[in-house]
């Protein structure tokens, strides 16, 4: 059982990882090998250098990795809610969590299976988003969106950050108080 499933492994899905990893929640993250960042070349993140996409992935995944997030390379096929418990399903295996954060950049298509609220896309080239409201909640009870799929910017420096805003609001929600995380020079 998983504190927090993140559906998605790009800058969105792997800050969220990273955030909820570091604060002691058991996460699994699902990475379907989709994300349009492998195919970007990067100048604009912020403290980083310029770098190729499929780098920038990696690092991302692995800092959440790091903290104990567990990565499954495999697409999230369905999802089914059995009271306030969400199993995940792949084609080997299938994942019970508390909480649900979609992170799956350009498609909304597993959200719309599952019966999330979907709207038309603002960014160029985005269709379709999930509807969220200002903590990035959806509709359904524990079931999150962050990053592209939620109707942020395409770019990957604003992913990352909403990724990392949506984990800290469910942190908050698991633990019953704001979580803050800062760290100081060793």
Do not use: C
């Amino acid at each position: 059982m998983y504190d927090i499933a993140i559906i998605g492994a790009g800058p969105a899905g792997a800050s969220a990882a990273l955030f909820a990893a570091k604060a002691g929640k058991k996460v699994i993250m699902f990475d379907s090998g989709k994300s349009i960042t492998a195919k970007a070349w990067v100048e604009n993140h912020y403290g980083v250098n310029e770098v190729e996409g499929p780098q920038l992935l990696k690092t991302g995944q692995d800092q959440a990795a790091k903290f104990g997030a567990e990565i499954v390379t495999a697409e999230v096929e369905s999802i089914k809610q059995e009271a306030e418990l969400y199993t995940l399903n792949t084609d080997q295996n299938a994942y019970n969590a508390d909480h649900i954060i979609f992170a799956t950049g350009m498609s909304a298509k597993a959200a719309e299976q599952f019966g999330l609220t979907i709207n038309d896309g603002k960014e160029p080239r985005v269709a379709k988003v999930i509807k969220v409201d200002e903590r990035g909640h959806t509709g359904k009870p524990k079931v999150w969106a962050a990053g592209t799929v939620a109707g942020v910017s395409v770019h990957t420096i604003v992913t990352a950050g909403d990724g990392a805003r949506v984990a800290i609001n469910v942190i908050s929600e698991l633990n019953g108080e704001r979580y803050v995380d800062h760290d100081i020079l060793k």
